[in-house]
Every structure is written in C-alpha cells, then in structure tokens.
C-alpha cells in the first residue's frame, strides 16, 4: 500500500471517530476542545517512521455514558506529538516527571495516549503498549497494599510482565495495568481470570458471563482469524490510585457486529445497562465489532466496555463511497 492510500486510510478512520461518536448524549459541547486536541495530535501517516501508523481503539460503556479514545505507536512519531499534546493540557510537573523517568527507563517501542469522556468530566493520559517486565515497572510504585496485591498475583502464578500501562494525569490521577492470564488454552485462562477478580477485590464473576465467555473460548482455536479479530487471551485490568485498587476489570474476546443482540441480553443476564443505540454505534465504527468484551467492577457496581478498533464501517448513513479527505496542514511533507 503506498503512502497515499495509508494517509486516505489514516484520515479516513479519524473522520469515522468523528462521525460515529460525535452525537453521544455523554459528550458535550464544551469537551469537542479536548476531543479534537487529543486527535490532532496523534500523528498522521507522514509523521510517522516510514511503514508505521498510530493504532486506535475506542472503548464504549455498555450505557454509553463513557467512552475512551485511545492510540498508540512507534515513539518516533509520538513522543513529540504527546509532548505538544500535554503541553496544551497544561501537564503538571510532577506528571511530566513520572512520564519522563519511566520513558527513559523502560524505552518502550508502543507509546500512545488517550482520553475519557464520562457525563460533565473530561479524563486523559498516557499509555505504554507493549509487555513491560514487572521487576522494571514496580519500583516506581510506593509499597502500597495494590502493589502487593499484583507482585502477590504475579508471583503465584509465575508471570512476569504486564501486558499495557497506563497513566492518567491531573485530578484523579491513577495508574493501570493489564496483566494477561496464564494458561495453555482460553478455557484455563478463563479459570484463572475467575479466581484473579476476587484476588483483586472484586466480586465473583457472574455465571452468566462465565458461560459466555467460556461458549467463544471454545470457538478461539478455530477461530483466531475471524471476522472479530479476537485474540484468545484472558486478562485481568487493575486500577491503583492512592495505593488502592479501585477499579477490576475482566477482559476477553467480544463478538462481531451480527452478535451485539447476543451482547445485550448477556447485560441484561448480569443486570447491566445496555443503551440500544450500541446496534448503531458499534457497526459505524467498525464492521469488525466488539474485539474485546471488559466485565468491570468499581464504587459498588458493574458495568459493561466494548473495545472496538476503528475501520471500515459495517453500516454508515452519514457517507457512502470512497472517502476523500484532504490531510491536516501540520501533516504535510
């Protein structure tokens, strides 16, 4: 693919972000500031190494009452973009700080950033996307109970990295991580993600989540192509903030777009939200679907997040045909 059909590409799924999300209750008029400050500033094909290009996902509430943007990439290509993005955030010094010493620590190959819409607040950070060795990582964590509990886990079950992390900046700041399931198929991932929840202070996993997932974790060997992109891996995401775990989170395979009905009434199984426009959304950001499907515990109660990666559309009234979009001017060569 040359370079003109990458950037038509690039502009193409930045413009489906748009497109797709941008009538949400959730977002407000005063937050399309931060939404297109953050996408300004992932960098586009042109400024990225040649053969590289920044990686979305977008992560959308079963209720649709929150949703993250997210990219990553080569550091080539972001780190002076994120430095320019979290200048314009007005990035506090002892953030700067934290990003900068684990940056020239760990000099990690994945390096992005995201934002979080939720009803009135705007939330955004950095992120390392790649495996990072835990015996790196956790010197730059206070000896907290939540750093005992995931040295604790990970040492039971002879693990040794963790799969992302990430930080949130400003009020509200927190770390988390992803930290994949040990297993020699999905069905003992599975097992082993249904004992790490409770490890990490969350509730059991309901019956009916385990059943649904243990149904696709069946179908993953054969399946690890499919239409959903899913992989076979299990994880659990812990969220520290002042040396607390307050956030569990359950992450497995989700399903295509012809399965979000399957979806809703799995919400409706666990007593979960689930906003009907979702049959809309979904399908508009990607004909893939939900890639992957988090059961989430935090403050009392549970909820829904489907992770999409955006792309060709299944279903989009907005446009049809081939899109053609001129490329910002800070891109240019």
Known sequence: MNIDDVLQRALATRLNLQIALSSLAVIEEWMDLHIDRWLDNVPAPPEMPMGCEAQFEVVLGSDLRQVTWSAWGDPRGFVPKLANYFQLCVMGKQDSEVLDQLGNELQPEQVGSWLTVTPGK???????????????????????????????????????????????????????????????????????????????????????????????????????????????????????????????????????????????ALATACSISWDSSLARVVPSLSAQGVRRLAYVQASGRASLQLYVEPGDPAVNPNRSGKVVVKPPASSAN
């Open 122 to 264: 705007v939330l955004t950070g950095w992120q390392f996307c790649e495996p990072i060795a835990w015996a790196r990582l956790q010197e730059s964590f206070a000896p907290h109970a939540a750093k005992l509990a995931v040295h604790a886990w990970l040492e039971r079950n002879d693990t040794e990295q963790i799969e992302r992390f990430a930080q949130a900046i400003g009020d509200g700041a927190y770390s988390e991580l992803e930290i994949a399931m040990p297993g020699d198929d999905a069905a003992a991932q599975l097992a082993a993600l249904a004992r790490a929840v409770p490890h990490f202070g969350g509730e059991p996993l309901p019956a009916a989540l385990i059943a649904w997932w243990a149904q696709r974790a069946a179908q993953l060997p054969a399946a690890a192509s499919d239409e959903t992109g899913a992989s076979n891996a299990f994880a659990v995401v812990v969220r520290i903030a002042q040396g607390a775990v307050t956030h569990v989170g359950a992450l497995g395979p989700g399903i295509g777009s012809d399965g979000l009905g399957d979806l809703a």
